[in-house]
């Protein structure tokens, strides 16, 4: 039943985040793509014309606000709303649940589950408030330093997390953080923002443009965010990104090629042609990253081949309390994502999956809860590149 709830909630989370996400790119796009002729009235940015689905639209743009309250009006919040609700229910059912494994990492921070979940939700709260506090100091006035600030300080967050909790963890929250940022965008700050317009136009009020300005600030921020933020969501199935040893540096880059990335297309959207150096430059920092992410070789890798007797008896030790289909561990009743090593069969044919999770990488054991040596790891190493055999 639990797994039903997760399965159903992950979906409800990816298309709500789909959904927010478009109507994101697809706001900064039409603002961009708003073209100013001769006959565009007082009052108004500007109009794109735009063709889809078998229909031509005309969008407009007015400055501020229309002279009066359209009878009809469509807002946009629920998309993030339901995203950020979605994730933290999600954030909850696997991380707060089984805070003992999934949060906690002794070998990197050792604390109780009670306050692993403080630290998680105390960060999340102080990222938000951090950021909104810069946003409204006199700094938020000058965009370019208010980005590099901001750009140091997401950096610093990464470092933090993983000098808290397993890379695993670390990389959600990071997720979680910069997620509740956009959100707290669009909660705190937009739509509000938005509603005291409206209010104004209703009650025959000129509107204050500076409200109009700082929403649009965040809006800004919200969409340099969006790739590295869906990185970071479905960088759990790589190992050798979150549980690499530069798991921060890796997330710093990826801040730094998703913005790039992100910002080709507002530079095209908005006319000032394709500058495709943006790509050649997020792809000299991904490959840097890539680079990064590589572990160094193991010490004692090159000791020889250990026996399959060896082996298994480290799998049988360090693993099959969880994937076993008879799990022992607390907290786990079925093999975890079905993953079983009972069987010298189960053990050699799934060696490549071992060398990711195990020798690349410290994703596996979980938390190292089972307190898997560097030693056994160097033999597995050494094991898999002797060909994995059951000798
Ligand atoms: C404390 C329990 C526990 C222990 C011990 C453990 N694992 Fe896991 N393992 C998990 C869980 C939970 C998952 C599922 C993670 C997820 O939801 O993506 C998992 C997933 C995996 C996967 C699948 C990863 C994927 O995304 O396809 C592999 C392979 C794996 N573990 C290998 C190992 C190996 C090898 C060991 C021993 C060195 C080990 N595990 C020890 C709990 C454990």
């Not at 040893?245 to 913005?259: E, M, R």
């Not at 042609?273 to 193991?298: C, F, K």
């Not at 907290?331 to 079905?338: A, E, H, R, V």
């Not at 195990?358 to 033999?379: C, F, H, I, Y």
Request: aromatic share 12%; with cysteine.
């Amino acid at each position: 039943m639990i797994d039903w709830v997760e399965l159903l909630i992950r979906w409800l989370h990816v298309v709500a985040g789909i959904a927010w996400i478009g109507s994101s790119f697809y706001f900064i796009f039409l603002d961009a793509s708003l073209v100013k002729t001769s006959d565009t009235p007082d009052g108004v940015a500007g109009d794109s014309w735009q063709v889809h689905g078998g229909g031509f639209y005309r969008m407009r743009k007015f400055l501020v606000a229309p002279g009066e309250m359209p009878a009809e009006l469509h807002w946009f919040k629920y998309e993030a709303y339901t995203t950020w609700l979605s994730g933290f229910f999600l954030l909850g059912l696997i991380y707060y649940l089984n805070a003992g494994l999934y949060l906690v990492d002794r070998g990197v921070m050792d604390m109780t589950p009670a306050v692993a979940i403080a630290v998680s939700a105390g960060s999340l709260a102080a990222g938000w408030l951090v950021y909104h506090g810069l946003c409204r100091s006199p700094l938020g006035d000058n965009e370019k330093l208010l980005a590099a600030l901001g750009y140091i300080l997401l950096v610093a967050a990464a470092w933090g997390y993983t000098q808290v909790f397993g890379g695993r963890a670390a990389y959600v929250h990071m997720g979680a953080l910069v997620g509740s940022i956009m959100v707290g965008n669009v909660f705190f700050v937009i739509i509000p923002n938005q509603k005291i317009v409206v209010a104004d136009l209703i009650a025959g009020r000129a509107p204050d443009p500076d409200l109009g300005r700082r929403a649009k600030q965040r809006s800004l921020h919200n969409n340099y965010l969006t790739l590295p933020v869906v990185f970071v969501m479905i960088s759990g199935h790589y190992p050798m990104t979150y549980a690499s040893q530069w798991n921060w540096l890796v997330l710093a880059g990826i801040f730094i090629a998703g913005g790039l990335v992100r910002h080709f297309f507002n530079m095209k959207h908005a006319g000032r042609g394709a500058q495709y150096w943006l790509w050649l430059a997020a792809g000299v920092v991904v490959a840097g990253v890539a680079a990064l992410s590589a572990r160094e070789p193991r010490p004692g890798m090159s000791a020889g081949a250990a026996s399959f007797a060896e082996i298994s008896a480290i799998i049988e030790t360090r693993c099959t309390v969880c994937h076993s289909a008879t799990p022992r561990y607390e907290g786990i009743t079925t093999p975890p994502l079905g993953v079983v090593f009972d069987t010298p069969g189960d053990i050699t044919s799934q060696a490549t999956r071992i060398q990711a999770q195990a020798v690349a990488s410290d994703a596996m054991p979980l938390g190292n809860v089972t307190g898997m040596t560097e030693a056994e790891r160097a033999a597995l190493a050494a094991w898999i590149a002797a060909g994995a055999s059951v000798k």
